[in-house]
């Protein structure tokens, strides 16, 4: 469905997290709710949790580049495959056994 983000979405997701724009207001192992400063004066609300999977406040209704900030600051480990964590946890129901 969703390709492997584009040059300038890594770019701007570097750049968030470079730049210290994704702020981690709570975090658990199976949770997380963050604040990413985008192109807006007012942060972005971004949420994960298990049952409603991932949330942007932006204005964008696909995988957007605050989804894959917050994810890679979350879980440093999906560094190289967020896009693909996201696409799975963004169309699809884990039960986690
Ligand atoms: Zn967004």
């Known amino acids: 469905m ?22 981690i207001v709570t975090a ?9 400063l985008g192109s807006s004066p007012d942060p ?4 994960y ?13 696909v995988t957007c580049s605050h989804l894959l900030a917050v994810a890679l600051v979350w879980r440093p480990g999906l560094r190289d495959d967020a896009q693909a964590f996201l696409d799975l946890n963004l169309t699809t129901t884990e039960d986690g056994s």
């Open 2 to 23: 969703t390709a492997l983000p584009s040059p300038a979405v890594r770019e701007k997701v570097k750049d968030y997290i470079t730049a210290g724009r994704v702020r």
């Open 28 to 36: 658990t192992r199976d949770e997380v709710d963050a604040l990413v």
């Open 44 to 47: 972005y609300l971004v949420a």
């Open 49 to 61: 949790n298990e049952s409603q999977g991932w949330f942007c406040g932006c204005p964008a209704r």
